[in-house]
T-cell receptor, first 115, second 111 residues
């Protein structure tokens, strides 16, 4: 168990809808990262938050947004969903600020299916 | 550019050693990681190495880093059927905390 909790485990929704994925980092970790895993794109970095502030953005679509709250949990919001958004979405957390090099610990992911 | 390459598949017999290879492109990588993903599960951190190290050993796992060639390998000694999984190599990009992952190598262990 990595200590990173993601809910829900599975989500099935229709095109055009909006969903929210939730992540609780390991106790004491200030950094939260979101990744998308799909068959065609592999593991893609979406966004990184550190102590409530956005630190880095990757291949995140404009229809997607995220935030990290004062209690350090994070939410990833996906809107106007398309079939191609079906994927496994991972959250990860780490102790240090970005330059610290501490490893990322991943949750078990949320599997999103858009029908 | 940022790119990590791995071979897609490796098959070994139980008890043999497995060697999974990875090449990366970003010379500013500070840390390199190996993660394991079992079916339906998340990514489990196996080990990682700082870029100024050549080798790291952790029980059955040995990581070798050739920084000049930007080549990383993971050796699993005495491979067991429970080691069957997808193994991902990843490099950290500068000071961002962002990881770039390879496509993953599927390790099949035959009894």
């Amino acid at each position: 168990d990595s200590g990173v909790t993601q809910t829900p485990k599975h989500l099935i929704t229709a095109t055009g809808q909006r969903v929210t994925l939730r992540c609780s980092p390991r106790s004491g970790d200030l950094s939260v990262y979101w990744y998308q895993q799909s068959l065609d794109q592999g593991l893609q970095f979406l966004i990184h938050y550190y102590n409530g502030e956005e630190r880095a953005k990757g291949n995140i679509l404009e229809r997607f947004s995220a935030q990290q709250f004062p209690d350090l949990h994070s939410e990833l919001n996906l809107s106007s969903l398309e079939l191609g958004d079906s994927a496994l979405y991972f959250c990860a957390s780490s102790e240090d600020p970005p330059h610290g090099g501490s490893p990322l610990h991943f949750g078990n992911g949320t599997r999103l299916t858009v029908t | 550019g940022e790119d990590v390459e791995q071979s897609l598949f490796l098959s070994v017999r139980e008890g043999d050693s497995s060697v999974i290879n990875c090449t990366y492109t970003d010379s500013s990588s500070t840390y390199l990681y190996w993660y394991k993903q079992e079916p339906g599960a998340g990514l489990q951190l196996l080990t990682y190495i700082f870029s100024n190290m050549d080798m790291k050993q952790d029980q059955r796992l040995t990581v070798l880093l050739n920084k000049k060639d930007k080549h990383l390998s993971l050796r699993i000694a005495d491979t067991q059927t429970g080691d069957s999984a997808i193994y991902f190599c990843a490099e950290s990009i500068g000071n961002t905390g962002k990881l770039i992952f390879g496509q993953g190598t599927t390790l099949q262990v035959k009894p």
